[in-house]
């Protein structure tokens, strides 16, 4: 084990002007991944890598560094045996060109079997050198490596970075590392916050770094700007009894904005409590980064809490111009949302037909209809009675998207809707699905809770993605910016929750039906299909099913509800406990294995004469009569324990009749009999997928 006194730790700054916040984390990240990649490419240990980031710098501290770069060697292969050595064992030419040009001694050479063949190998030694010499081309290398978005140059730069680099800061404990970047010299010195300590200073030891960066109004750890920002927010609220509106997106956002956060509280006039919470949260949230807060019973205040990025001095003069704008913001919210309610959600419908949804996809009244259209078709699915709701929601789910509130705000899409639909008169059902129709918002969101929110919901997003793929459009590798995988997932997670008696294929199929002059319908089905089939492995892997288990149902999951793939998979999976599962399997296995790819006959009873062989087909009989009525009610446990009566029958037949029989009817009626046999079993899941237990 290395001696800690042996190991060192290095430190590099990049500064930079402000850095926009929503690329902090993933260049914090990189940096994090890329040094521990260049450090092992450069045969330089460490214990540990630990990256900060603030909107005017990146650092990178590594820590367990040794003074030396590891000894390594390197086996390089030469040329054949038989080239280097002559029959007496004496060097040739070859080998001894070859010794020289990798600077070793032919009699250092070794023999070594490479593709069925032996070749000669030089063996190279390489003695590590001080990593302090190193540091200069490697933390050039770190920075080099940094591939940010909208990177460019800057002025006279020669390099690419998200923003202009104004210092270079570089310590190997209390040692200045030095190097050049387009005319910026790395240094031992680094800047305190822009206007409360803009000076620059003289860092002596790695170990006061962060010290020395808070007594100059910079908090370099993004974990404590959080921490901070959380508990002085509750502090600042206290004496309220208030507490600010949990929101990860903007703690996140807010953390990567400010160098030394400073919780100030501001507040607003009631009278603007009237507006819908969530405009009012948005208003603060997206304009102005505030944190809306709330009252134990989650009611919505008219405080405010903004995070400053200056001293704790200057809060007041914060409040006031926090106040004065976000009054100012809430004044255009008001406007716009007194406007739009001056005119019924209903009456702005034929309006759609002048907003294009798709230059080839027609207008939004187009998708409308085709929505309208599904939702008819899905009430009856979901055997529900509220058809003239449906039909109503369908109708009034894009008018929100024409209203002044958003246009400003588009994220409050269905939100508004959902007001101004309960304004207009509307019942709560058709308001509600305004609402849900766009759940869930991400993988693993909220789903609808309401009938009408889930059919519409899914009647939406259906109609999506069957009409992108009809004309082309369609996510390859990460790229998907019509959000369709996103779609697919909340389609399968509600039906998963709502068991409606609709399958995958059925839905794909009637919203296809709806769309015009489709070119290769039949292709085109089926590349959506196939898309689904694969959201659909990846939803149940992700829900801890084996993998084998998982493709045996695949096959079927899209014929089948997929609440019923997943009674399947609970079966299978309790199927494999049985004390007969690898019996069964391999029997079966032997079953399939068999058998032609190419149709076969009708098993014909009467060439049946062997007596394994007829008490196979009797057996299968018995079978096949109790399973119809087991699959219809979906007692998979009950059809697991019936499969596996068929092992034994099974074995004997393969023990005492010879399946290719020299007569050839005789021998395909016998793999038509087995054939009869697959294809029950397959009716519940594609056993030649799954793996024997251990």
Known sequence: ?????????????????????????????????????????????????????????????????????EDRSQ???????????????????????????????????????????????????????????????????IIFSLHLPKSMRWGDSTIRFIRPIRWLMALFESDSISFEIDGIKSSNFTRGHRFLSPASFKVTKIQSYKKLLVNNCVVVDQKDRRAIINEKMKDLLAPFHEKPIPDEDLIETVVHLVEYPVPVAGSFPEEYLTLPRELLITVMKGHQKYFAVENAEGQLTNHFVVISNTSEENAETVTIGAERVIKARFDDARFYFEEDMRKPLFSRLDELRKVTFQEKLGSLYDKTERVASLMGFLSEKAFSSERDSLHRAAMLAKTDLITGVVREFPELQGIMGKYYALHDGENIEVANALEEQYLPAHSGGRLPQTEAGSLLSIADKIDTITAFFSIGIRPTGSEDPYALRRHALGIIAILLQKQYSVTIKELVERSLSNLKNIKDFREIKEQILKFFESRIESVFLDRGYGSDLVRSVLSLSLQVQIDDVRERLDAIGKFKEHTMYNDFLTAIKRVNNILPEKALPECNPELITEESEKQLKDHLDSVLSRLRDLLKDRKYDDAMDLFTSLTAPINRFFDNVLVMDKNEEIKQNRLALLSNIWRAISDVADFSQLKETA
């Open 75 to 141: 086996e390089v292969f030469g040329p054949p045996k038989q080239a280097a050595f002559d029959k007496k064992g004496n060097p040739t030419k070859a080998a001894i060109g070859f010794a020289q040009s990798k600077g070793v001694s032919v009699e250092k050479l070794i023999i070594k079997t490479r593709d069925k063949g032996e070749y000669v190998v030089a063996v190279i030694e390489e003695r590590g050198i001080s990593v302090k010499d190193l540091l200069p081309d490697v933390l050039k290398k």
């Open 1 to 69: 084990m290395e001696n800690k006194k042996d190991t060192s730790s290095f430190l590099l700054e990049i500064g930079t002007e402000d850095l926009p916040a929503r690329f902090l984390p993933p260049a914090i990240k990189q940096l994090e991944d890329n040094t521990k990649t260049i450090l092992k490419e450069h045969h330089i240990r460490f214990s540990g890598v630990v990256t900060y980031g603030t909107p005017r710098r990146l650092t990178v501290i590594v820590e367990g560094v040794p003074l030396m770069q």
